[in-house]
């Protein structure tokens, strides 16, 4: 059985005596769907069902979504709400002087936090066995993946303006993780910043990173699709990169792919 269906697998057990719990962060909402039973979830994010922000928009549908406005949670009456760091603090404190728990899970800036984020969801929601399963599976398979080499393809974060992702972030390990250098780190790169067009050019990287594609025009992705770069392959990336879940080794996998395709062309 592989990871991802592991992790949807009907492991249930009555829910009758277990926490019920409202998410209100899109992260939080996938690591809630991961490890819930159906009974357990109130309610999730405005953002669950977008399939262009959480990897289980499908799963979601069928669960009430909240405001995150605590008013309306608190009507709702759950046993704990969970959400990210960065959720407003407001709510979180209007929150707990009602006395509603709350946890708050980081920003996921590494491939080895994600099996302990997954773990604390398992405590919170009291669905320990199951959250020991996911993650120890994905521990086993992250052991698997080779690293980037010294020389390994190089790529290139570029979406719209420029931004790029350096060290400290979840899709600079991906990268790394599938086999390729990342030009924003080889350049300095701390967390989030831009590259210049002029730096991608001088550089040539084997691979862009692109973002999820857009429907329509965007003045952002102007610089990105410059005619200087039509000569470099690009993956873009999806929800798969986004939160810290086991469906970040699709991640790896496509970038992976991306490099095989590389290797084949040169070899042509």
Known sequence: MTLLTLALAPFWASASDLPRVVSVNVCTDQ?????????????LSQLSDDPRSSVMADEATGFARNNAQAEMIAVQRPDVVVAGIYNDPNLINMLQ?????????P???????????IRKMGTVLDQQAKAERIADRLERDLTQIRAAQENAPLAAFFLPNGYALGAGTLSHEI???AGARNLSVELGFEGNGTLSLEQVILHQPDLLIGAQEYRGYSMAEDMVTHPALAAIPVLNTSVDWVCGTPFVLRAIEDVA????DLETSSNE
Do not use: H, K, N, Y
């Open 257 to 260: 792919r991306a490099i095989e």
């Open 97 to 105: 002087s009602i006395g509603i728990e709350t946890v708050q899970f």
């Open 107 to 117: 920003v996921t800036q590494s491939l080895q936090d994600i099996s302990s984020e």
């Open 31 to 43: 690591l809630v769907l991961l490890l819930a039973d159906p009974e357990q979830i109130i309610s």
């Open 175 to 177: 990268l790394v993780a």
